[in-house]
C-alpha cells in the first residue's frame, strides 16, 4: 500500500461561470494499490464530510481517475494526471508525494509529506 493516512491534503480550482473561479480545500485519505488510486476528500475542517472521491488507474505515474460528488448537480469529471514522489535528505529526510489531475476545465492537486 502506498499510502492510506490522513495526512493528505487536496486542492480543487474549479472553472465556473460566476464567478470565474471557485478554490475548495480540505484533507484526504488516499490508497494506492495495485495499479488502483482510491481517494475520499473531505469537506474543510472534517475527517468524516466526505466532498467527493476519486477512483481509476495509476501506470507508470499516470493517472485517470473519474470524480464522483456528493449531491453534486453532475456526475463528476474524469481527470488524468501524474503521481510525483520526490525524496528530499536535507533538512532532514522525507518523502513528498504530489498528485495533480485536470479534466481541462478544473484542477485538483493532492500532497503529503511524511519523514523516512
Avoid: C
Avoid at 456528493?70 to 474524469?78: C, I, L, P, Q, Y
Wanted: glycine content about 12%; overall charge positive.
Amino acid at each position: 500500500m502506498f499510502g492510506a493516512d490522513k495526512q493528505w491534503h487536496w486542492i480543487k480550482a474549479s472553472n465556473n461561470a460566476d464567478p470565474p473561479w471557485v478554490v475548495s480545500k480540505g484533507d484526504a485519505e488516499v490508497e494506492i494499490t495495485d495499479g488502483k488510486l482510491d481517494a475520499t476528500l473531505f469537506w474543510e475542517g472534517s475527517t468524516k464530510i466526505v466532498r467527493f472521491s476519486l477512483k481509476g488507474s495509476v501506470v507508470n505515474g499516470n493517472l485517470t481517475v473519474k470524480e464522483t460528488g456528493r449531491n453534486a448537480e453532475f456526475g463528476g469529471s474524469t481527470y488524468t494526471g501524474k503521481l510525483v514522489v520526490q525524496e528530499l535528505k536535507k533538512p532532514a529526510p522525507r518523502k513528498t508525494e504530489v498528485i495533480t489531475l485536470s479534466d481541462g476545465f478544473s484542477m485538483i492537486g493532492l500532497t503529503r509529506t511524511s519523514g523516512k
